[in-house]
């Protein structure tokens, strides 16, 4: 399938239309996504719309954008005015926002086409995408596994040439995994670069909107789409934004790659040690200088992951009672009984493991134990790598310690939990993370490779990335569905 850039390129050169691309994705979804179950709601009509909307500017002779005619995919966690927004849980199954998330605001003006709202763990809590109310997403590249999470279906539909690109969100490694076992570019902007307003909140200290794409090009053309100060968002940050296209082919001489030694770990797959460190020799082929450096929190991270998250998590899910939107159970005697029984039937068992957590780290007697710890902790992380950045301009290292594994592999949460055990950190810390395809198991699994970079400083991740990428032919291959 074609890139964000070729499409473009062929719609000014005349090659194809708006319409006629908007429409062979429209059928390869219907052909191929009962397969990899993608997608939660298909805009057919919406997106021939725009799809035609777009011929129109261009029959009249005014310039396209990058993103004129794009077709897009979107995380069911962002608001999208008039279209179901689940969260994929049963609480939220028939909520229709009357507003559109920022980030589709500024899509929409730029004109790209969205094809669908896609599949993802109960509000956004997993990295399988298992945990969704409705049924579990497939990964392309095998349909026995998982595509990651909690953005599964994102990553699964860019990788499966069912979207030309995708939107996703971010906690603790949510498009960043599923990137890397489903062998598309994933981007977690650093913390206040893009708007969360929209975004149904998660761990609203955490979260992050960014792009997954087939290349590095593509997802440079999405961030620039989506990136800037929102007065909408009292967490946006009015920092200029740069031309991140064109960041991209400046080469890397001289870049100064940091290699974390905590970032090897036991049980990691051989298969992932061994292409994660074909890929830093790559880099240094390319000019890069590499050193090791320390970050000795990381052991910590998980942890304090684990309660910062789920405390923001009871705090934000305390809004779905039954009352004022969503789904409210049938038969309390009062509004107590209607409050118990609408939360113990709307949410999923992972959801409510997460609430009951943090609604426990934030009780009396416990709130400074466990809470005001791992705030203490995250301060100790962000400290590392601000130690680590005075040295070196990004760190290298695996996006997973795995590749994709079977469905119903993972079935004891802290097995799940483990999987984010690289990604973590960089939320903690409110960095830039982007991950890209570096290499194949012999069973033919993707392998990604996780670039960390200084706050706000998304152009150096992304040139470093495309430089790797056009050295490599990773990036190139695709997988066979039947």
Not at 188 to 211: C, E, H, M, N, W
Not at 311 to 339: F, P
Not at 451 to 469: M, N, Q, W
Request: proline share 7%.
């Amino acid at each position: 399938m074609p890139t964000i850039a070729e499409l473009g390129a062929r719609y000014r050169s005349g090659e194809t239309t708006p319409t006629q691309v908007v429409e062979s994705y429209l059928q390869r979804i219907e052909t191929l996504d009962p397969q990899v179950r993608a997608y939660l709601t298909l805009t057919r009509e919406s997106a021939l719309a725009r799809a035609e909307a777009t011929e129109k500017r261009l029959k009249a002779g005014k310039p396209l954008g990058p993103l004129d005619g794009v077709p897009l995919a979107i995380k069911d966690v962002i608001c999208t005015k008039g279209v179901r927004t689940t969260c994929s849980s049963k609480i939220l199954e028939n909520f229709v926002p009357p507003y559109d998330a920022t980030v589709m605001v500024r899509l929409n003006a730029a004109g790209a086409v969205m094809l669908g709202k896609t599949n993802m763990d109960e509000f956004a809590m997993g990295s399988s995408t298992e945990n969704s109310a409705f049924f579990p997403t497939r990964n392309p590249w095998d349909l026995a596994r998982v595509p990651g999470g909690s953005s599964g279906g994102s990553a699964a539909a860019v990788a499966a040439g069912l979207a030309a690109g995708a939107l996703g969100s971010d906690t603790g490694g949510s498009i960043r995994q599923p990137a890397a076992f489903c062998g598309t570019v994933g981007v977690k902007p650093t913390y206040g670069r893009v708007s969360r307003y929209g975004l149904v909140a998660f761990a609203s200290s955490l979260d992050q909107i960014g792009p997954f794409a087939a290349d590095v090009r593509g997802a440079a053309l999405l961030l620039q789409a989506i990136a800037g100060h929102d007065p909408l968002d009292s967490t946006s940050t009015d920092i200029p934004v740069p031309d991140y296209p064109a960041a991209l082919g400046q080469g890397i001489q001289g870049l100064r790659v940091g290699i974390p030694s905590e970032y090897v770990i036991e049980g990691m797959d051989p298969e992932v040690g061994k292409a994660v460190s074909a890929a830093i020799e790559a880099l240094k082929g390319l000019g890069a200088k590499t050193e090791k450096v320390s970050l000795p929190t990381t052991n910590y991270a998980l942890a304090a992951y684990y309660l910062i998250a789920p405390a923001e998590a009871s705090s934000n899910l305390a809004r779905y009672d039954g009352v004022k939107y969503g789904y409210r159970a049938a038969g309390g005697k009062d509004l107590i009984q209607m409050y118990g029984r609408t939360r113990a039937e709307g949410f999923g068992p992972e959801v409510k493991r997460r609430i009951m957590l943090g609604t426990y780290a934030l009780s009396a007697g416990y709130y400074e134990a466990y809470y005001g710890k791992a705030q203490r902790v995250r301060t100790l992380v962000r400290r590392d790598f601000q130690q680590a950045f005075e040295r070196v301009d990004v760190l290298a290292c695996p996006t997973a310690p795995n590749v994709a594994f079977k469905l119903g592999e993972k079935e004891d949460p802290l097995q799940m939990y483990l999987c984010d055990v690289f990604t973590i950190p960089v939320n903690l810390a409110g960095l830039p993370g982007l991950s890209l395809p570096c290499g194949f198991t012999q069973s033919g699994l993707p392998i990604g490779l996780q670039l960390i970079g200084k706050p706000f400083d998304e152009s150096t991740l992304l040139s470093a990335a495309y430089a790797y990428e056009q050295a490599t032919p990773w990036h190139a291959r695709a997988p066979a569905l039947p």
